[in-house]
């Protein structure tokens, strides 16, 4: 059987599990799609759906905007997600309005974590003390820790560094959340996934931590 009929076979057979409420399953052969083809746009987008975690439906969610920017159910998911996120955001910044995006310079929401026309980060969490970094107006963390090293502007985030600095501090799930922004960049992919792996393992996510193991290995 050629890798496109077997894909497609493993794809259908994952979307009936998935359909069929055994999200186990349609784990492992949705997993074996990705491992087949990494860019399956639709493997992704059903993989957020048998993930039981808000963070593992983002991942799988933004991989599919990775792969498809248009994709209108992947934006709804990661709109409908990010919700508790804004709450946090607007605890510390009650009054926040519309900011200037120092990316692409847009006027976006700044109660959100990232930017609603280009999605950059435009708050972080510093890696030394976690208060929030608001990127249009500083890339310094009053406690002084800075993250100059891995935003350019307007280009975007060096995430791959970024995630490795949180990692260093032993922020995994930050470390997670900027090493799954990096996979879209194309390079460097099997390295990324090991390092998912170890920052799941780290965070006591063991499905997450031996999915990407085998997206890894092929």
């Not at 990127?135 to 060096?158: A, K, N, V």
């Not at 996934?193 to 999915?211: C, M, N, P, V, W």
């Amino acid at each position: 059987m050629t890798s496109t009929l077997q894909e497609a076979r493993l794809l259908a057979e994952g979307m009936t599990a998935a359909k069929n409420g055994d999200n186990e399953a349609a784990r492992d052969l949705l997993t074996q799609v990705i491992g087949l083809n990494p860019r399956s746009e639709l493997a992704w987008l059903w993989m957020s759906s048998v993930f039981q975690t808000p963070e593992q439906r983002h991942d799988c969610l933004l991989r599919v905007l990775q792969i498809n920017p248009s994709n209108e159910a992947a934006k709804r998911g990661i709109a409908a997600l990010q919700v508790p996120a804004a709450k946090a955001i607007r605890a510390v910044f009650p009054a926040a309005a519309a900011v200037l995006c120092p990316f692409c310079h847009t006027q976006t929401d700044g109660t959100q974590l990232d930017c609603q026309h280009c999605g950059e980060n435009i708050i972080l969490s510093c890696p030394t003390c976690e208060k929030p970094i608001n990127l249009w107006d500083t890339t310094r963390c009053p406690c002084g820790e800075g993250l100059r090293h891995y935003i350019f502007f307007p280009d975007g985030i060096d995430h791959e560094g970024l995630g490795q600095r949180y990692a260093m501090a032993d922020r995994w799930e930050a470390a997670v959340r900027q090493w799954d922004r990096a996979l879209a960049g194309g390079s460097h992919i099997g390295m990324l996934h090991r390092k998912l792996a170890q920052a799941y393992d780290k965070i006591g996510k063991s499905t997450e931590a031996d999915f990407h193991r085998q997206v890894a290995q092929g």
